[in-house]
């Protein structure tokens, strides 16, 4: 009784910090990270309308130009695109096969000074010759959050975006990444995140031990069956969750599987021994 109380009590108070870190990791998951960019998109509640103009048969994404290390939020928002048949301005040794030459760092530097973002901050090249400088600041607190799109030919800021132009579930998603993370506030952040994955230990120490003190004794079998309607109950919650989490519902059904094939052997086994 003392470890079901211990098992029962932890899970109880650690269920809503657990259940917050489940909700603010999915977004970086492929397939619900995708539905729910795709979906903030359509709903205009994700990264600015706005955006949507930049969308041609040659735009990139920011996922595309610079991987996964921009704000979620853009990941998948379409750039602004340089213009590669404008007049030429000054030149680098580099240039894209446009012909058109490409400006060197410290114009862009300029630009980004020039529109009020300082260091640190982070600088990505442009791919193609109509890419863009994309620079971006990617702080703890994702209020100052802040991209800056520059013409690779011009120096001209062709986009300028932060915290306060994402959509409501932009704006939610990007608090959460940080405090599942545990760094909107820091230390104290960090301890409270550490909560739940203490009491992930502690009841998935305290479940195997409670099963083993109550299987039959001197036998390694399953412990006596609870109520049906506990059994029931249960089925529902774990069949729930297989059908949110594809993955995690596999492995249970191969679990599943596993056990009833076991179980018919061991059956078999002492049919025959009878």
């Known amino acids: ?13 650690t269920a809503a910090l657990v259940l917050f870190l489940i909700v603010t990791g999915l977004p ?19 990264y600015p309308s706005n955006f949507r103009s930049y969308a041609t048969l040659t735009s990139e994404t920011n996922r595309e130009a610079t991987g996964d290390a921009g704000p979620w939020t853009l990941n998948n928002a379409p750039m602004p695109q340089s213009n590669a048949h404008a007049g030429h301005g000054p030149e680098m040794p580099m240039s894209m096969p446009s012909g058109r030459p ?10 980004v000074l020039r529109a009020g973002m300082t260091d640190p901050y982070r600088l990505n090249f442009p791919k193609t010759e109509t890419g863009v400088f994309s620079v971006f600041v ?44 545990g760094n909107y506030f820091g230390r104290a952040n960090q301890i409270l995140m550490l909560i739940p994955c203490i009491g992930i230990v502690i ?59 076991v179980s018919s052997l061991c059956q078999r086994r002492q049919a025959a021994a009878n």
């Open 1 to 13: 009784m003392f470890w079901k109380s211990v098992h029962g009590t932890v899970g109880f108070w």
């Open 28 to 46: 970086w998951a492929d397939l619900w990270g995708g539905l729910l960019q795709r979906g903030a998109a359509v709903a205009n509640i994700g």
């Open 102 to 111: 490409v400006i060197n760092i410290d114009r862009v530097r300029d630009a």
């Open 138 to 181: 990617y702080p703890d607190q994702p209020e100052g959050q802040r991209t800056i799109y520059v013409d690779q030919y011009s120096g001209r800021v062709l986009g300028d975006v932060g915290f306060a132009d994402y959509g409501w579930l932009a704006k939610g998603v990007e608090l959460g990444v940080q405090l599942h993370m």
């Open 203 to 261: 009841m998935a120490v305290t479940g195997p031990y409670m099963w083993w003190r109550r299987r039959p004794k001197g036998q390694l079998a399953a412990p006596r069956a609870v109520a049906p309607t506990t059994v029931k109950t249960l089925a529902l919650i774990v069949i729930g969750l297989g059908l949110i989490f594809p993955l995690a519902g596999a492995s249970l059904v191969v679990v599943l599987i596993a056990d009833r094939v």
